[in-house]
């Protein structure tokens, strides 16, 4: 029994344990592999420039949106950064939806990118490359969960002028940023019921023309009820969703605010942020 | 074009006819949602369940004390930041101190993860030094789905007439990360303090945050 439990915990801490520098810049485990990317090769002073922490995930396990529904928890990104940069926070792709039994979870499966912007200041030092260094923590589940974390960093040069590009960062970038939810559309309105929460989003012929789906990510937790069905109609401008209110019933609540997810007949997926005003 | 637009027209006629529908069953399956779970400022599902040493308890038999029902599930990392910090027991053991009934509750199936014996789970709370009550195994999950208990922990709080005044997490720090127990704010232990005070619970419902509690589907 005792060396069993020492077995486990030295595998729990080579699991956790810090990657050596350079290449192996990624954490791997049995259930993931993750590394942080960056756009750019070469940043440039005045500047921005997206970096992803980029998890591969096995088959059957899946990680977590920033509301990660009825369990589960959101990864979370620890910047060190030299003067000069900033990092914005998670941009977070659209997620998608986890049922088990009665239970709703919001992730990612297969693999993901998590941006976060990083803007660099015309005042930065220019007498050094770029160190980028991420800490990470992000929980993968299947029917169990093992919570993961890995210490990262990118040293980037600065360019004398424009950024440089690098062809495989941006391409894993530009495939997280067209999953990224479009700007919230204008007059999207929400009405409290007793039990339900009509959320009214204005939306174009385009887009609603040939829906086969439409789901609302709440962005807060217990405002909707995660995993009750959300019954939708295409009005005449835009869609009507009926939603089930969650565990707070917070009537003075102004806004409502998450990710409107909306699948195509050909399987085409458009996300919205929404933040809906109380009528 | 043509067939493609008929589709869509009958699609949408469908939704329309649908939707009132929809809505009765929803608002139908609400109630019952509503019924079956549980709410804040509402009476607590009675139950009756076995411990780990073959007790029965039911709900009832505590009605005068205040009772904490914790979900547990000893394999699951959230659930192991508390007692590996020592933080769930000091709880327990604060609480019983002050004659609150805590009942740990373990609802994972037969051979999911976080099912235990009687025997086994007694064994956990000698070696963690943990102070319940008692421990109650629900393994077909009857205890579980009465209260709706999505997360290990699930923190459930019942005053002495048998009403539900708080449900939710056990503090406002979701993370697996043990350092983040030390500045956590512990919504079991101040809703425990607000009762005994006689004030309302200032925070009676709450992100319950962790593991899904391992059902039976």
């Not at chain 1, 565990?247 to 998450?258: I, K, Q």
């Not at chain 2, 789905?145 to 923190?155: C, E, I, N, S």
């Not at chain 2, 708080?166 to 425990?192: C, R």
Request: aromatic share 8%; charged share 20%; proline share 7%.
């Amino acid at each position: 029994m005792y060396t069993a439990r020492s077995l486990i915990a030295v595998t729990c801490l080579s699991l956790v344990a810090p990657v050596s520098e350079g290449a192996a810049n990624v954490v791997r485990t049995p259930q993931s592999e993750v590394t942080l990317v960056s756009e750019v090769a070469q940043a440039a002073a005045g500047r921005r420039f997206w970096v992803g922490l980029y998890l591969k995930l096995r088959p059957g396990w899946h990680t977590y949106w920033t509301n990660p529904g009825d369990s589960g928890l959101a990864t979370r990104i620890e910047w060190t950064l030299p003067q000069g940069l900033v990092a914005g926070t998670i941009r977070w792709p659209l997620p998608a939806r986890f049922p088990t039994g009665n239970l709703m979870n919001y992730g990612y499966a297969d693999e993901v990118v998590l941006l976060t912007r990083v803007s660099v200041l015309p005042s930065v030092d220019r007498g050094a490359p770029l160190a980028i260094a991420a800490h990470a923590r992000w929980l993968v589940c299947a029917h169990i969960c093992i919570p993961e974390e890995g210490r990262f960093e990118l040293r980037l040069p600065l360019a004398v002028g424009a950024p440089v590009l690098d062809p495989r960062g941006r391409r894993l970038v530009a495939r997280a940023e067209a999953r990224l939810p479009r700007a919230s559309p204008e007059n999207a309105r929400y009405a409290p019921n007793r039990d339900t929460l009509v959320l009214s989003v204005p939306l174009p012929k385009e887009t609603t023309g040939a829906m086969q789906e439409a789901w609302f990510y709440p962005l807060e937790y217990g405002v909707v009820d995660h995993s009750a069905p959300q019954p939708f109609r295409v009005t005449a401008d835009g869609v009507e969703l009926l939603l089930t209110r969650g565990e707070r019933r917070d009537d003075a609540l102004e806004h409502l605010r998450g990710v409107l997810v909306i699948r195509h007949r050909d399987e085409r997926q458009e996300g919205f942020t929404i933040n809906a005003m109380r009528r | 074009m043509q067939p493609s637009s008929r589709i869509q027209t009958h699609h949408l006629r469908a939704m329309r006819v649908s939707w009132p529908f929809v809505l009765l069953a929803l608002v139908i399956g609400g109630m019952q949602l509503a019924g079956a779970a549980t709410a804040v400022g509402k009476p607590a599902p009675d139950f009756s369940a076995v411990d780990s040493n073959g007790k029965m308890h039911t709900l009832k038999q505590y009605r005068g004390s205040l009772v904490v029902l914790e979900w547990t599930n000893d394999q699951c990392p959230f659930v192991r930041k508390h007692y590996g910090t020592d933080n769930m027991q000091a709880l327990q053991r604060e609480a019983t101190a002050q004659g609150v009934v805590w009942l740990s509750v373990i609802s994972s199936a037969p051979g999911m993860q976080g099912y235990v014996s009687g025997d086994e789970a007694n064994s956990l709370t000698k070696q963690r030094k943990a102070a319940p009550t008692a421990v109650l195994l629900d393994p077909k999950g009857e205890v579980g789905h009465a209260y709706g208990a999505k997360t290990t922990p699930h923190m459930y709080i019942i005053d002495r007439e048998g009403v539900l005044v708080y449900m939710g997490g056990i503090d406002d720090t979701p993370s697996t990360d043990w350092e983040d127990v030390k500045t956590a704010k512990n919504y079991v232990h101040v809703a425990l303090n607000e009762i005994m005070a006689g004030q309302p619970v200032s925070n009676a419902v709450t992100r319950p945050y962790g593991c899904s509690v391992k059902y039976n589907y």
